[in-house]
């Protein structure tokens, strides 16, 4: 049977840094070299392709630019193409100036592709020309107005803005039936939305028919990410999602396979092919937090969720539970005498750590060893996520000094990844605590807490109804994550929750897409536990769910 694997580009095979990782690159060459046939589907022109592919040599057509060309990288030759229509292009620009939005306009030329744009007053806008006139050698032309396109041969619109500039030009945009319109969140900027726009004909999905049909294919294999992907999802014979997809993607997918940053894509092929070299090294987190014997808190459910998600923890002990104090009697060891000469001893073997994630403290003397821990082991790569546990309903836990809130306050100041309630976000923006906050109250407790320096906040708990709500914020932006309230309160949701967002943080998961795998994942546990009359303080049962982690 002749099979092609097919691939989207960033996101899926193209590592957080859009690029190839050397591992992809060997592993795709070893590939060809067993004779395994591969080509790529992206929303990409020729010129970027060519030159972040040029260490690969692609025997087959490659689709480019979400299926409006099929491309020849040997011959540098356009194969075939679908233009928009002059009429929709009258249209569109009507609506362009009626929103007061522009972009990027691709006509054929030969072989080639010009580019042209009205003006470059958006730093996005900007950015995206000076990259690929300097590192791309890509032709543009200035128009002085978007009616001198409407008689060139467009093929292909790109316009990047904000959600909110974009949304209404999009809605009157994909009322015209003869086009395709891409509408979604750009994995690279802050804070931008794409809308592209090419002919109806033109999908990944017909252009990978086209190749099935022209070079005698008899299995499609395909691999993607983004919503962009599900068109060609849909023309597969067997498609795959990356760790990292959208929601709807996966929904989509036959299975889900290892993130764009872990090679997924060329470990999965590989994988079935029976080839060797499959698994890259787990990345690393030091884990600072006490230990239950009984009950699924603390490290006890920390260690196995952190490892499902294929990251090796390490534990750092700030204490020793028989089990957690929601029992009536318990057996208690502080550790805090030994936790030095612990740390020491990894720091003279010279172990370094890819994250470092703080959770219950329990003393000052516990908060400087930690902060002094993350000082010593602080590298460049190393994400370092705080749980401030503080407080909850309210009330700080009754040890919980005014020192000692102070000091978990510089503590934050270190966090890349911050994961406090609601009560510990009062606190540590010494707000007055108030049973009726509002989301608008808590965005404006975050921002304060942004100013700490923390990269991304997730506020946890606010509940209305039947619904609870993780209020996010990352890249000066807020979301929303809903869930349906799959029951009471029990312990140890707050440490699966932040040890989720730290597993997922050093593997370089979408922030958002990591809030809500753990607030999914917490709820099925939660309504497993009810159903099945756990006791309260006994925690949530993991241990039905934990391979659904294992292949995020």
């Not at 992809?24 to 067993?34: D, G, I, Q, V």
């Not at 403290?361 to 503080?390: A, C, G, H, W, Y």
């Not at 503590?411 to 911050?418: E, Q, W």
């Not at 619904?467 to 914020?473: D, F, G, H, L, M």
């Amino acid at each position: 049977m002749k099979t092609l694997y097919i691939s989207d580009l960033d996101g899926t095979l193209f590592n957080e840094h859009a690029l190839l990782s050397e591992y992809t690159k060997k592993m795709l060459n070893m590939l060809y070299k067993k004779g395994i046939d591969f080509s790529i589907a992206t929303a990409r022109t020729p010129y970027t392709v060519n030159e972040l592919l040029k260490d690969i040599n692609f025997r087959v057509p490659v689709t480019m630019m979400n299926g409006v060309m099929t491309y020849d990288f040997n011959k540098k030759e356009i194969l075939r193409y679908d233009a928009i229509e002059n009429s929709d292009m009258a249209l569109m620009i009507d609506i362009f100036k009626k929103y007061n939005i522009t972009g990027f306009f691709y006509a054929i030329n030969g072989n080639g592709l010009n580019t042209y744009y009205e003006n470059l007053d958006t730093p996005a806008r900007k950015n995206f020309h000076d990259e690929r006139v300097t590192k791309f050698h890509k032709p543009f032309t200035k128009v002085a107005s978007l009616d001198e396109l409407k008689d060139k041969e467009i093929v292909y619109i790109s316009i990047s803005d904000t959600a909110d500039t974009l949304r209404e030009a999009y809605e009157k945009v994909k009322e015209i039936d003869t086009l395709n319109v891409e509408y979604y969140r750009d994995i690279y900027g802050e804070g931008l939305w794409y809308m592209e726009i090419s002919s109806a004909k033109a999908s990944k999905g017909n252009a990978i028919e086209y190749l099935r049909e022209h070079y005698n294919y008899d299995k499609l294999i395909c691999f993607g990410d983004n919503y962009n992907d599900i068109k060609m999802f849909e023309k597969a014979d067997e498609c795959y999602a990356v760790a990292n997809a959208k929601d709807d993607v996966k929904k989509a997918a036959n299975g889900v396979i290892g993130s764009n940053k872990d090679n997924g894509v060329v470990n999965y092929i590989a994988k079935t092919l029976n080839m060797p070299n499959l698994v890259t090294i787990p990345k690393k987190i030091a884990m600072i937090n006490d230990i239950s014997g009984f009950g699924h808190c603390s490290t006890t459910v920390s260690l196995p969720v952190i490892s499902a998600l294929k990251v090796q923890c390490c534990p750092v002990l700030t204490s020793i539970f028989s089990n957690h104090t929601g029992f009536s009697d318990y057996y208690m060891r502080d550790f805090t005498p030994y936790m030095r000469e612990y740390t020491d001893t990894w720091k003279k073997l010279n172990i370094d750590f890819d994250g470092i994630y703080s959770g219950y403290l329990s003393s000052e003397t516990q908060i400087d060893i930690v902060r002094n821990f993350i000082e010593e082991f602080k590298t460049d790569k190393t994400v370092i996520i705080i749980d401030p546990v503080m407080g909850d309903h309210g009330k700080k836990y009754t040890f919980f000094t005014d020192s000692m809130c102070n000091k978990i306050k510089n503590l934050c100041s270190y966090a890349d990844v911050l994961t406090p309630n609601i009560t510990e976000c009062a606190l540590l923006t010494d707000t007055p605590y108030n049973d009726n906050f509002t989301i608008s109250d808590i965005k404006d407790m975050i921002i304060k807490l942004s100013h700490t320096g923390a990269k991304k906040i997730v506020v946890t708990g606010f509940k209305s109804g039947n619904t609870i709500t993780n209020i996010c914020y990352a890249n000066n932006q807020f979301e929303l994550i809903n869930a349906v309230l799959a029951g009471a309160d029990r312990p140890g949701t707050g440490d699966i929750f932040a040890s989720i967002i730290a597993a997922c943080s050093v593997n370089g998961t979408d922030f958002y897409d990591s809030v809500k795998l753990a607030s999914d994942f917490i709820g099925k546990c939660i309504a497993l536990s009810d159903e099945l009359n756990i006791p309260t303080p006994y925690g949530v049962c993991i241990e039905n769910y934990l391979d659904e982690l294992s292949t995020y």
